[in-house]
């Protein structure tokens, strides 16, 4: 599939609601092979610890809840 054809197929996904978008995403990730599953889950655990770990040193400042969601929402925009 091409960028092209993954960028249609996004612009599709984004007219569904987020409760249609949440069931898309399920699909898809339940859809991709158990042991990329596998490599995903432990890459993102990989990474919560990195970021837990960078925080607990004061490397990194924490955003609340609210504010994280709207620069998250931009972004997406």
């Known amino acids: 599939m091409s960028n092209r054809q993954v960028d ?4 599709a996904a ?4 987020d409760d249609e978008r949440a069931e ?3 699909r898809l990730f339940f859809s991709i092979s ?3 599953q596998e490599e995903i889950e432990r890459a993102w655990a990989a990474e919560a610890e ?13 955003v609340d809840y609210q504010n994280a969601m709207r620069s998250i929402r931009e972004r997406l925009k």
């Open 24 to 26: 898309l995403a399920d």
């Open 50 to 62: 990195r970021r837990y770990q960078a925080y607990k040193d004061g490397k990194i400042a924490t």
């Open 34 to 36: 158990p042991q990329r």
């Open 14 to 17: 984004m007219a569904l609601s």
């Open 8 to 11: 249609s197929v996004f612009a």
